[in-house]
């Protein structure tokens, strides 16, 4: 009979044992620093898409601005969805430089997209409301945005729209942006969607929210709306509709 030599064993088990307990210390703390990542910056990157995209979507489909005029008589509704807009931009840029999708070439395509359309001027489309350019997204951006302590240490969070609107009302603090001025006019000004200034590029930008909406809930396994979310109309289409109303 053959004898084996086993004083090995206990050794090379010892030391697999080390390493396998080593890989799974180091996947538990990928998965607590993941989910510190999406506390601190997905989370309210996707509250603040949501937000947006869904104030959008009243406006333009669903008549919103009477019902936002009733609610808010003194005008302040403009100021509401201007902050939202600009808190949008303000989390895009946290979680373009610290969240787990700074390299998503995905994520990267869609936040683009919603980039330009706020950014694009043209022939069709003229600089005006809700027109902010790129280096102005930045810096409306970092005007909401502040730190603090909390509970995963130093934290990133924005102004409260109640802050924000008492920068906007301040003469002194007002940005000097003709776009900041322009979309606050043109919001309490208009009686219905197709009078505002501009509505091509909130239903552009609104049609690319949902769409990262979409990519980033999947990714993420959950959702902050229940249901399927609606698309602004093309400006194509809507010009379709004006038309045949206008031929009855």
């Known amino acids: 009979m053959i004898v084996f030599p086993t004083a090995w064993l206990v050794p090379a088990a010892t030391a697999a ?3 396998w307990t080593w890989a799974h210390e180091q996947s538990l703390e990928r998965e607590r620093e993941r989910a510190r990542i999406t506390a601190l910056y997905v989370n309210p990157f996707l509250s603040a898409c949501e937000d947006l995209q869904s104030r959008i ?3 333009v489909e669903l008549e919103g601005l009477p019902k936002l005029r009733q609610r808010y ?3 302040s509704y403009a100021e509401e969805t201007l902050y939202l807009v600009v808190r949008f931009f303000g989390w895009l840029a946290a979680v373009g430089r610290y969240g787990p999708y700074t390299q998503d070439p995905v994520m990267i395509k869609h936040t683009a997209a919603i980039r330009r359309a706020f950014a694009t001027s043209n022939d069709e489309r003229a600089v005006g409301p809700f027109n902010f350019f790129p280096a102005e997204q930045k810096a409306l ?3 909401v945005m502040h730190s603090m302590e909390g509970e995963y240490g130093h934290e990133m969070d924005t102004i409260s729209y109640y802050e924000f609107r008492d920068i906007i009302q301040s003469s002194y603090r007002m940005p000097e942006s003709s776009a900041v001025t322009q979309t ?3 919001l309490q000004t208009a009686r219905h969607a197709e009078e505002i200034d501009g509505w091509e590029r909130l239903a552009e930008a609104q049609n690319h929210l949902v769409n990262l909406l ?3 809930e999947k990714r993420e396994g959950f959702s902050y709306f ?3 979310r609606k698309k602004c109309r093309s400006t194509q289409q809507a010009e379709s509709e004006r038309l045949l109303r206008s031929a009855v």
Request: net charge positive.
């Open 17 to 19: 044992w080390a390493v």
């Open 57 to 59: 979507y009243k406006i």
């Open 73 to 75: 008589p003194d005008g």
């Open 141 to 143: 951006g970092k005007m």
């Open 184 to 186: 606050l006019e043109t």
């Open 214 to 216: 979409n990519y980033l």
């Open 226 to 228: 229940p249901a399927k």
